[in-house]
């Protein structure tokens, strides 16, 4: 940003943080078309006795549930299904006395019938486990006829319906999300733009970064939870707890074991599986309670005393330059600094830069052949060069004659 001061423009720096695309593409506003006046009316002469299922249609988890059954809905418009339910409807309709009345004759008469009709029986299973405003049988058996017959009339329509029903729902979990945590950070919400939901983050230096990686750690989560469709899955969070404080370490953890109650809710299940260097210990806690541990190398590994040393001193102006120009990265050419080395009490056959690539490519060769002692910090050393190494040899083959 530029501000004429005086006459003069002047240039202030600004840390933009990189917005988070929370959807992809924000689908179509498709509603469901339902009326409970024209459902009784179509149903026959004591259609009086149906119920409106308005509380399913709008009831986030029911539509997430609905959404995995499109072919259990669509079986009941089949020949031999409706048949079964036409003989059904027939003798409900003939049947005389008020709503109650015909519900109660329902219940004596075809509850057990209708269980039989197994989308039926299925769908209406959802609506008992999703739907508390549904207390008994006989209803969730009628509300799930409704549901058929509203899926057979357009199912593209309905299936469209679902996918926007999840779309508000996950908005407003966003929204929730966000608004839970500080609220100086200049009202940050979701917003539409270009046919996406985005978050976008203020000024760095207003918001620091575990608050900034623990709330992005958590919009992810929750663009997870619409994300899965099958009954098991596997989440791989690489690395997000190896830099966070005490604080925001805790609230990741916490979502999530919020992630793995939902999926357990939804009879679902997921399987975090979390790459760290961090030392166990850190999720021995209430959040992380059934835990497996895996290390990837349990050696023990021996610090070179040398090294660590020449570490330690490498910022010293008598040996910066050389060191990190021809030791700690890869350049063709040698150098000799023996003499500051030992000016500086440091082993002096590492002041050559010779001598310390080969040092540390002899660390290199017991780390990979499993032998139980070898330096860490050289293996980082040696492994560094090389990829520098390959990548500078790589780009003078492709650009031939430059020098980088």
């Not at 549904?134 to 329509?157: H, M, N, W």
């Not at 996406?196 to 990686?213: C, K, T, W, Y």
């Not at 806690?285 to 590994?301: E, L, M, T």
Request: aromatic share 10%.
């Amino acid at each position: 940003m530029k501000n004429n001061v005086s006459g003069f423009t002047t240039a202030s720096a600004s840390l933009k943080i990189n917005e988070v695309v929370l959807v992809d593409k924000i689908p179509a506003a498709v509603h469901f078309v339902y009326g409970i006046a024209e459902t009784r009316k179509a149903f026959g002469k004591n259609g009086k006795f149906l119920e409106g299922i308005d509380c399913i249609l709008n009831n986030a988890a029911a539509i997430d549930a609905l959404s995995n059954e499109y072919a259990t809905l669509n079986k009941f418009s089949g020949a031999r299904i409706q048949d079964k339910w036409g003989v059904i409807a027939s003798e409900i309709n003939i049947q005389n006395g008020d709503a109650n009345g015909i519900r109660d004759w329902i219940k004596v008469n075809c509850e057990n019938r209708l269980n039989e009709i197994s989308c039926l029986s299925r769908i209406a299973d959802i609506v008992m486990q999703h739907v508390p405003e549904i207390k008994e049988r006989v209803d969730s058996l009628f509300a799930a006829y409704q549901l058929c017959t509203l899926y057979g009339k357009d199912p593209k329509r309905f299936q469209a319906a679902c996918v926007y029903a999840q779309y508000v729902r996950d908005k407003e979990a966003y929204k929730q999300l966000i608004s839970s945590f500080d609220t100086t950070w200049k009202k940050i919400k979701p917003k539409e733009r270009k046919g996406m939901l985005i978050v976008e983050f203020p000024n760095a230096l207003h918001i620091s970064n575990g608050q900034r990686d623990s709330l992005t750690f958590a919009a992810m989560i929750q663009r997870i939870k619409g994300k899965i469709r099958k009954r098991d899955c596997v989440i791989i969070v690489d690395e997000v707890f190896d830099y966070l404080d005490d604080g925001n370490l805790t609230a990741v953890q916490y979502y999530i074991s919020n992630l793995i109650d939902d999926m357990k809710t939804a009879e679902k299940r997921i399987y975090p599986l979390i790459f760290t260097h961090l030392n166990p210990v850190y999720f021995k806690n209430h959040a992380f309670q059934d835990q497996k541990i895996y290390f990837v190398d349990k050696r023990a590994p021996v610090i070179n005393e040398h090294l660590k040393k020449l570490i330690i001193h490498r910022g010293n102006i008598s040996i910066k330059a050389g060191v990190e120009r021809h030791h700690l990265h890869f350049d063709p050419s040698s150098i000799d600094l023996q003499k500051e080395f030992a000016a500086l009490g440091l082993k002096e056959t590492l002041g050559k830069s010779v001598k310390f690539h080969a040092f540390i490519a002899e660390e290199w060769g017991k780390y990979s052949k499993g032998e139980e002692k070898y330096d860490p910090f050289a293996v980082c050393c040696y492994v560094r060069v090389k990829i520098e190494e390959f990548y500078m040899r790589r780009l003078a083959t492709l650009n031939p004659g430059k020098d980088f």
